[in-house]
């Protein structure tokens, strides 16, 4: 079924099944994963593991809001989990209004980890929109995208959530890599939006980010790269060739007028600075957008300004958390990644850090 139609039948009443496996509800105790059953009907569905505060088969009258927060390369939502559950509770927010999701997408190599009869992805596969690669599998194939649709579409239910007004979508490292690349290619959130939900995303210290045109930076400018250097520096995931198939056909201009009416919050620790870090996409593709994950966050901001010429750009904005490496808990818990995700008027810990907005 086409996502189009998808989203009209989970508007109009169809649910999503879920079957629990155990819930890890409030922060210090040990997080417990559900096992969601996602999909239209027959051969479409699959099962998916997620970390969530409130149980997820049943339905959910109070919340108000939900926060989906994505691990990196580690897969270790559990992690991602926990922090975002002890900023919860010191925001000041009401743990039954807003409903915390980490979804983690298992690896290949996590499939004896309790992970039975669920689709299996490549180690970093999952962070760019790759389908899954083995285990049960629906019968088109799987992207990572659509997990994110799935997951998006059962909280749009009001039959399950009737007060939700609000979803946040965060990422952090390989996360913010897919949640970038899904605020730029799903065809659900205008849809979204049209119900009254308010559809956000923010995108921490990614390795890279997906260009709309053959131009990467260049001294204070942008021009086409060196094909000498890299030949596949524009391919997909970090140009419009040679798209995933969940990209559907849209042009790469196409597609950036839409990103500009989407709500995109960028945040970049001006310590991720390191070109030799770890889990840094060394790939010339990623090379091609500059030498480290800060540089590469201020070349794509002054990109998307340079993009959009005249046009507003006013629907994004962007932060740099000072003094912070590569560090979600960090980067989240800091004074702007307290706000953007639980409302100005959470609290921030005393030792949070702090930010600067930077303007076009």
């Known amino acids: 079924m086409k ?182 290619l799903n065809h659900v959130d205008e849809q979204l939006r049209q119900t009254g939900l308010d559809v956000r995303y923010v995108i921490a210290n990614p390795s890279s980010y997906l260009y709309f045109t053959p131009e990467r930076p260049q001294g204070d400018g942008f021009a086409r790269y060196d094909q000498k250097l890299c030949p596949s520096y524009d391919d997909y995931r970090y140009g419009m060739q040679n798209m995933v198939p969940y990209a559907g056909t849209m042009a790469g201009s196409d597609l950036f007028h839409r990103y500009l009416q989407r709500r995109v919050t960028y945040l970049a620790g001006t310590s991720d600075n390191d070109p030799n870090h770890r889990v840094l996409d060394k790939s010339c593709g990623a090379e091609a957008e500059g030498p480290t994950r800060i540089t590469r966050a201020r070349g794509y901001w002054h990109y998307e300004h340079y993009l959009a010429g005249p046009l507003s750009v006013q629907m994004h904005e962007r932060f740099e958390v000072i003094g912070v490496g590569h560090n979600q808990a960090q980067m989240f818990g800091s004074q702007c990644g307290t706000h953007i995700l639980f409302g100005r008027s959470a609290t921030t810990a005393p030792n949070a850090a702090q930010c600067q907005a930077i303007a076009p």
Do not use: C
């Open 3 to 184: 996502r189009s139609s998808l989203i009209t039948h989970i508007l109009s009443g169809v649910t999503l099944s879920l079957t629990q496996l155990s819930v890890g509800a409030i922060a210090g105790e040990v997080p417990h994963w559900q096992r969601l059953h996602l999909g239209t009907s027959g051969q479409d569905q699959y099962d998916f593991p997620v970390y969530a505060n409130d149980d997820l088969s049943v339905s959910q009258p109070d919340v108000r809001e939900a926060i989906i927060v994505q691990h990196g390369i580690q897969r270790n939502g559990d992690d991602y989990f926990a922090s975002a559950m002890a900023l919860l509770e010191g925001s000041g927010r009401s743990p039954k209004e807003v409903l915390v999701i980490a979804p983690n997408f298992p690896g290949v190599p996590d499939k004896d980890k309790g992970f039975d009869n669920m689709p299996l992805w490549s180690i970093q596969g999952w962070t760019g929109g790759d389908n899954a690669v083995s285990g049960t599998l629906p019968s088109h194939g799987l992207s990572s995208l659509t997990v994110l649709d799935d997951i998006l579409l059962m909280l749009a239910d009001k039959k399950r959530f009737p007060l939700l007004q609000k979803i946040t979508v965060a990422g952090h490292s390989g996360g913010g890599q897919l949640v970038h690349r899904y605020a730029v």
